[in-house]
Structures are given as structure tokens and as C-alpha cells.
């Protein structure tokens, strides 16, 4: 996973969650976390999280897994 790959898959996906980052590019969602809290430090990357599957509109833990985070690329 190269640094200008994955700027270019954000950027044309708009928002996407980092489960789907790291199984697009076959790495670990800490891997794609930690680079997207780096670039979200330097005002590249927008981190949100979504709403929990259950249907509350924050997760509370109720979930078995917590949500992914989503990213969207500012520039």
C-alpha cells in the first residue's frame, strides 16, 4: 500500500470506512487507522464515526464489534 495509492482510492471513493481501505489494499485496520490519524493531524483526512448497526445514533458498546471509522479526504 503505497502512500499516493491511498490518497488516490480515498479521494475517488469520497468516504469510506477503514475495514474496507484495508481490504481493498490486504493490510490490517490498525495499519490504515494509524495512517489516517497522521494525516487527519495534518488537515488532510476528515475521521468520523458512524452511527452504531443497532440504530442508536452513537455507538454505546452494545455492539459485538465497534464500527469502523470512516474517512473522507479534504483536499
Excluded: I, N
Excluded at 10 to 36: C, K, N, P, W
Excluded at 47 to 66: E, F, H
Aim: charged fraction near 20%; glycine fraction near 10%.
Amino acid at each position: 500500500m503505497g502512500l499516493l495509492e491511498l490518497k488516490q482510492y480515498l479521494q475517488g471513493r469520497g468516504t469510506v470506512d477503514t475495514g474496507q481501505v484495508a481490504l481493498h489494499f490486504g493490510v490490517e485496520t490498525s495499519a490504515v487507522q494509524q495512517l489516517a490519524e497522521d494525516w487527519a493531524a495534518r488537515g488532510r483526512l476528515q475521521l468520523m464515526q458512524p452511527a452504531a448497526r443497532c440504530g442508536a445514533k452513537r455507538c454505546s458498546g452494545c455492539c459485538t464489534s465497534p464500527p469502523a471509522t470512516l474517512l473522507r479526504w479534504l483536499e
